[in-house]
């Protein structure tokens, strides 16, 4: 009887053992976030010649939608789109520090502007985003260390207050908020990658850290975007150039960005920019959909190369034009892109305004409503 008991408790031993084993394992696998042996490379040259082709972007996408901006006066004309996003059956355009309110058809509702220094006014929009669940409206005001938050109805609600200087934010499912900064400054504390605060500005975790010898993040801040309602994507600036995923409570990393360019480790260390244009690059314009990954790799003008990955088709990149002179030509064409400027839920975002419509007749015959008094014309990129 008593060899039975052992044998029984050596087996539940075992049993706890194993579970113990399996949790921990576990808990190192939520845990871990970043596994370079998963990493997709996209390898972008720019000192070396390419000969990927352009790609045919109607092809590609499952719908493309072109908007006229309806322009009726004063308060509807916009200068030049920054940023948009959808809401409900509205379009909503940042220019400057307003927004600019359009149906689906490009019809104009409203114009938003509560730029000042009285109570519940902001004193300009570095960026914008939307939550939702609760019908909000959130400004980043950088310039005042604040996001703003407002009522889809244009009625203030709250400020709060940011500890950090901030370059850019997006807004979780939950009403957190993701704050990143890529800048590292002499004699200040500012916190520096990508962090977490709670909907009242509350340091809650830091979810990307940037190695502190590597200060070279040159003029070009990192970007968040909502790749769909519940994950939102970071292009970070590390030395190590790696593309994030952000949902929920993981953070993973998708690809890692490579380039024929190696830069110096004293540069890495300075935080001038042009020291020596041929041995220094960064990432600048990223936007991200479940589908495609868009960014711009320069050298500092002396080469720009717009990436434009289809993460559906085994992560297979195209390299889009070459700075040159024909670059505004060539790069204005809505079957090889029009100057994208904003991503969100699965659409990619580009526009023509009247200046660049009205510079050659190909144009004008592509957008025959268009007037030299028009808004922009959206293109909409939608995903399959």
């Not at 042996?37 to 072109?66: A, N, R």
């Not at 908007?67 to 059956?89: H, M, Q, T, W």
């Not at 952000?246 to 260390?269: E, F, N, W, Y």
């Not at 064409?333 to 904003?342: A, C, M, R």
């Amino acid at each position: 009887m008593k060899c039975v008991m052992l044998s029984n408790i050596r087996m539940a031993m075992r049993w706890c053992l194993l579970l113990f084993v399996a949790a921990l394992l576990a808990c190192c696998k939520d845990s871990r976030k970043v596994c370079d042996g998963c990493l997709h490379e996209i390898y972008v040259p720019l000192l070396e010649d390419d000969i990927t082709e352009y790609p045919i972007v109607s092809k590609l996408f499952g719908s493309i939608d072109t908007i006229y901006l309806e322009n009726v006066g004063p308060e509807s004309y916009i200068a030049a789109v920054d940023e948009v996003k959808f809401y409900e059956d509205k379009i909503i355009v940042r220019s400057g520090a307003a927004l600019y309110f359009f149906d689906r058809t490009g019809k104009f509702l409203s114009r938003f502007n509560r730029q000042g220094n009285g109570s519940g006014n902001y004193r300009t929009i570095e960026r914008f985003d939307i939550l939702p669940s609760k019908q909000e409206l959130i400004l980043l005001d950088n310039q005042s260390d604040a996001l703003f938050v407002y009522g889809m109805d244009g009625q203030f609600r709250r400020r709060i207050g940011l500890e950090d200087f901030v370059t850019d934010f997006a807004v979780m499912p939950n009403g957190d908020y993701l704050l990143t900064n890529p800048i590292k400054y002499e004699n200040r504390s500012y916190r520096r990658g990508l962090w977490q605060v709670d909907p009242t500005g509350k340091f809650k975790k830091q979810l990307v850290t940037y190695d502190e010898n590597f200060v070279h993040v040159s003029i070009n801040n990192p970007y968040l975007n909502h790749i769909t309602p519940d994950v939102i994507g970071f292009m970070g600036v590390e030395d190590n150039d790696r593309f994030y995923t952000i949902a929920g409570d993981s953070v993973s990393v998708s690809c890692r960005m490579t380039t024929d360019i190696v830069i110096p480790d004293d540069l890495k260390q300075s935080d001038r920019v042009f020291v020596n244009p041929q041995k220094e690059y960064t990432k600048c314009g990223y936007l991200e959909t479940e589908r495609f990954l868009y960014f711009v790799a320069t050298n500092y003008g002396a080469n720009l190369v717009m990436a434009f990955t289809e993460k559906s088709d085994d992560w297979k990149t195209y390299r889009m034009y070459v700075y040159t002179e024909d670059f505004n030509s060539n790069a204005a064409n809505v079957e090889q892109f029009p100057y994208l400027v904003s991503c969100y839920n699965g659409t990619l975002v580009g526009f023509f305004d009247a200046g660049m419509v009205f510079q050659e007749e190909r144009f004008q015959k592509m957008f025959p409503r268009m007037n030299e008094d028009s808004n922009p014309v959206l293109i909409l990129y939608n995903d399959k």
